[in-house]
């Protein structure tokens, strides 16, 4: 071949592979023009048509639009400008089709109703603000005015949790946040999680059992103040294992022994976790042994409601966290052993 090769317009769409419409239709836009016409008027393309057409081709499967493809032709913009642009372009649809896709397989597992298919798109299309406060006011929801030892009362700003104690920490704790740049999984786990959130019943779960732990807590630290002074009081205040640490310490190995929570070797657990729970309870709960126990059995039935393991797991997605350990079986096997 050399420069003053040219081609009609079928021999060109065989070269390049394209068909003679395609190629037509690039000619017509001035991307890849005529060299010349024969004594007929027919289009005759010369060589660097073919490089051209390949380009165009190239350029064509990245995604570019006939604009741009025009000005790289014309080299009105090199490859980097237009491979900059394209790779942004690419990666808002990328965002796009990761949302799309969360909210389609949310929808798949959960068995979404028309009415609750709307909700997971709004939830799913919620800007980091959006978020925050939807998160937000679930925790008010939850540990908004219980008092629990912290500094601070509660105040504007923080939904009356205060910024301090046990309840703030367990506030931060519980919080999600969305990366900037989520995957397919943790979208689909923030849209679960917001459900959750919005789910008065499990916000009224949470809340009975945070003032629970606070009832219980300050009782234990009034007792505890009432027999001390000094330095000793000062004690009372060391944050106590809470009832889920003792769960699974005294439980635990009942579980991985295959022990019964019926059998006579359930009932020694099953004494020793309520003279525990009498010991931190002190005076919040009847000092009769059977209304101990059945305050227990409440509090430990409200611990085994699926809905708070399945929050920290979608948190942890959320989050890139770790996978939490689940304690299900010791809870669960806690309350059979105590009802």
Not at 300 to 323: F, Q, T
Request: net charge negative.
């Amino acid at each position: 071949m050399n420069g003053d090769t040219t081609y009609t317009i079928g021999e060109l769409a065989r070269r390049t592979g394209l068909t003679v419409k395609t190629v037509r239709f690039y000619s017509d836009q001035g991307i890849v023009p005529p060299a010349d016409r024969n004594p007929a008027g027919h289009r005759r393309y010369g060589a660097d048509a073919v490089a051209r057409l390949e380009l165009v081709g190239t350029l064509r499967e990245l995604g570019l639009g006939l604009p741009a493809i025009r000005r790289v032709v014309e080299r009105e913009l090199t490859p980097a400008d237009v491979a900059a642009a394209q790779a942004e372009a690419i990666d808002v649809q990328i965002r796009v089709l990761r949302l799309r896709r969360a909210v389609l397989g949310t929808v798949a597992r959960l068995g979404s109703t028309p009415e609750e298919l709307t909700l997971v798109h709004q939830l799913a299309r919620l800007t980091e603000d959006e978020r925050g406060h939807l998160i937000g006011e679930f925790l008010a929801g939850v540990f908004g005015g219980i008092r629990d030892g912290g500094t601070g009362g509660g105040g504007i700003g923080d939904g009356g949790i205060g910024n301090g104690g046990r309840f703030a920490a367990a506030a931060r704790s519980l919080t999600p946040e969305l990366p900037e740049e989520p995957s397919v999984e943790q979208v689909e786990a923030w849209v679960e999680l917001a459900r959750l959130a919005g789910d008065t019943g499990f916000r009224a779960l949470l809340r009975g059992l945070a003032e629970a732990e606070a009832a219980e807590a300050a009782e234990a630290e009034a007792a505890a103040a009432e027999e001390v002074a000094g330095a000793v009081r000062a004690a009372a205040h060391v944050p106590r294992p809470g009832l889920a640490v003792a769960v699974r310490e005294l439980a635990g190995p009942a579980v991985a022994a295959g022990v019964e929570p019926e059998s006579v070797e359930a009932a020694a657990v099953v004494a020793e976790l309520v003279e525990r729970y009498g010991r931190w309870c002190a005076g919040a709960v009847p000092g009769d042994a059977g209304a101990l126990r059945g305050r227990l059995a409440e509090r430990l039935g409200a611990m085994a409601d699926p809905r708070r393991e399945r929050y920290l797991e979608l948190l942890a997605v959320v989050n890139d966290w770790s996978a939490p350990k689940s304690w299900a079986a010791e809870v669960n096997w806690a309350v059979r052993a105590v009802a």
